[in-house]
């Protein structure tokens, strides 16, 4: 009900709250906290994509080790690999150890040699994938090797978990980032859009004042306000962003057509939103609205005690 | 109940617009406050209603120094004053209910609790019909009924009104006047700020005449 709305014969159904909802700048608050919130369940849902992959890479990468044969004038390279392989399957904690064939490793190369060329005259490594349990012990194993094939070496991976590690660390801090910074946007405009709404309605808050009312309920007056405010456009927002990740979730389902999109699908799994995502979206979702309501009944008792 | 003792007022820099006030209100007195516009009426009811604190003298309401109360308190004491306005400073998207329950709305109380007792000081006041409607479609005289009966709905020990006849007409002016002096007889001290001389003449109470910021008083 608005004011100058006329007579009613019947009592209200509700009690009209005492800070007109209508004399805050609502619509454009409201779409400000949509955005706000869209662009924080975007970065916690980045985060948590990230996080997610890191954690499957390094999963991946740390239960297999590779071993490099490098071929020498004379060497047979077909026995010492078998020899190689022989001695990776015998060690203890090893799970399997599997030649990685010529043609294989012919069709790893060719994107980047092309097919034109003879590969098997080039000097090329040759591959073992060995599947370990957690406890095995590498420096053993490579020990073994050396002493019985000397051209073979063991690479555990480490340089590649090392730098998964350091780019999920800074993807996280980058996306706490813009999260704060979106957060401290958001509380940055309440405190302005409070001071406007308090402005507007100075005549009610003396008024409330006349009668009786503490500064505390003045500010609980206004928080309220923009709780519900917060809690409305924040819930907006987050909404659109969960129709982005369902909409992201089901594109990344539909079969690529091409090899470089099954390639891609092999490294990121597609761009789907994990449960961590979701759950980060309400998370903020609930955050922003109430940072919005404590920064609108912080600044409501700032602004208070400088009116007295 | 109130007490002034050379009381003296000033705003920033400038003249004292009160000098030397001082004057006793007791419980269940009645008072006119009177004097030319400029006199410093409103300052004392300013003082008097806390909202201004002296610059040199005592003011002692409901025996605590107002010089010093800590601002926690004024709430309090103010909910124990009824403040009549003279423009009436009703609240526009309030019903006439809803206006003149707030008071008790923001003491914390329940609305159930409360809303015989709004409902019966409405009819008192004759706006038993206009319960539910917004002070914009009032008349003049029924928004100074609906500011004075939010004064009273707390059963203030103390009522101030300043003007409550400025913006109606002299049959409406002698009913109000009518309504101050039972709710007096029930206990409460009432002080009228007023410059209507036909409406002191009416009933005979103390009179607190103020000029040039000094007040002589005539019992």
Redesign the interface.
């Given at each position: 009900m608005t004011a100058g709305a006329g007579a009613r014969a019947a009592p209200p159904g509700s009690i009209n709250p005492i800070v007109p909802p209508r004399s805050v700048a609502r619509r454009t608050l409201l779409t400000l906290v949509a955005i706000m919130s869209f662009l924080a369940c975007l970065s916690v849902a980045a985060v948590a994509i990230v996080a997610d992959r890191a954690e499957s890479w390094q999963r991946q990468i740390a239960d297999e080790v590779t071993i490099q044969i490098k071929p020498t004038e004379g060497m047979d390279v077909e026995a010492t690999v078998a020899r190689a392989v022989d001695i990776a399957t015998l060690f203890p904690g090893v799970a399997s150890a599997t030649a990685i064939a010529q043609s294989e490793s012919t069709a790893l190369l060719e994107p980047w040699l092309g097919s034109g060329l003879e590969i098997a005259e080039l000097p090329i490594p040759r591959l073992i994938a060995v599947r370990i349990a957690p406890d095995v012990d590498l420096g053993a194993l490579a020990a073994r090797l050396r002493q019985e094939v000397p051209t073979a070496s063991l690479d555990d991976h480490g340089q590649w978990l090392q730098r998964l590690s350091a780019m999920a660390r800074v993807m996280t801090l980058v996306g706490l980032v813009v999260l704060g910074l979106v957060f401290a946007a958001t509380a940055l405009c309440v405190v302005f859009a409070t001071r406007g709404a308090m402005a507007g309605n100075r005549n009610v808050i003396e008024v409330l004042h006349f009668v009786g009312a503490e500064d505390s309920y003045v500010a609980r007056e206004f928080q309220r306000h923009f709780l519900l405010l917060g809690l409305k456009g924040a819930g907006i927002g987050g909404g659109i962003a969960v129709a982005l990740f369902l909409g992201l979730t089901f594109l990344g389902r539909l079969e690529g057509a091409t090899p470089q999109e099954a390639q891609l699908r092999s490294l990121f799994g597609g761009v789907a939103v994990g449960v961590n995502g979701y759950v980060g979206a309400a998370v903020t979702v609930l955050a922003l609205a109430v940072i919005i309501a404590v920064t609108a009944r912080v600044t409501v008792r700032r602004t208070l005690r400088e009116i007295d | 109940m109130i007490r002034f003792e050379n009381v003296g007022l000033r705003y920033g820099l400038g003249p004292e617009v009160l000098r030397d006030v001082s004057f006793h209100i007791g419980s269940g007195s009645f008072q006119f406050v009177t004097g030319p516009s400029g006199a410093g009426k409103t300052s004392l009811l300013r003082l008097l209603?806390l909202?201004l604190r002296p610059t040199r003298g005592s003011v002692r309401i409901f025996d605590r120094d107002a010089a010093t109360v800590p601002?926690?308190v004024i709430?309090?004491m103010?909910?124990r004053i009824g403040?009549v306005f003279q423009d009436f400073?009703l609240?526009?998207?309030?019903?006439t209910?809803?206006n003149v329950a707030?008071?008790l709305?923001?003491?914390?109380a329940d609305?159930s609790s409360y809303r015989n007792d709004v409902k019966e000081l409405l009819e008192w006041v004759g706006l038993g019909d206009?319960?539910?409607?917004?002070?914009?479609?009032l008349s003049g005289g029924e928004k100074q009924r609906s500011a004075i009966a939010?004064a009273l709905i707390?059963k203030p020990e103390v009522l101030l009104a300043d003007e409550p006849t400025g913006n109606v007409d002299p049959p409406l002016a002698r009913r109000l006047l009518r309504l101050f002096v039972e709710l007096n007889r029930l206990g409460t001290s009432v002080i009228i700020a007023t410059h209507d001389l036909a409406l002191m003449e009416q009933y005979d109470a103390r009179r607190l005449v103020l000029n040039n910021g000094q007040v002589e008083i005539y019992d």
């Open positions: - | 209603f909202s601002r926690t709430p309090a103010r909910r403040l400073r609240l526009d998207h309030l019903t209910f809803e707030l008071p709305r923001v003491a914390g609305e206009k319960m539910w409607v917004h002070p914009p479609v939010r707390t």
